[in-house]
């Protein structure tokens, strides 16, 4: 990373948002009321969330590389 370069563009540089998102995203399904999932299902689901965040292009080709 280029810090005074990223911070001049006003980009955040520390990891306190991405560690917030994994707690209330990742942490908050995983530990949800009656849910108990291992490390492979959270895995999966934390992937699948990241490909649904992402362009939209990529989501609608997973479904249709998925499709066959």
């Not at 990373?1 to 995203?25: F, H, N, R």
């Not at 999932?37 to 990529?58: N, Q, T, V």
């Amino acid at each position: 990373m280029e810090y005074p370069t990223d911070l001049a563009k006003g980009w955040p540089i520390g990891s306190g948002s991405v560690e917030a998102a994994c707690k209330q995203v990742a942490n908050a399904r995983r530990k949800g009321t009656g849910m108990r999932w291992g490390e492979p299902g959270a895995d999966a689901i934390c992937h699948l969330r990241a490909l649904f965040r992402s362009e939209k292009s990529l989501w609608d080709a997973f479904w249709v590389t998925l499709a066959g």
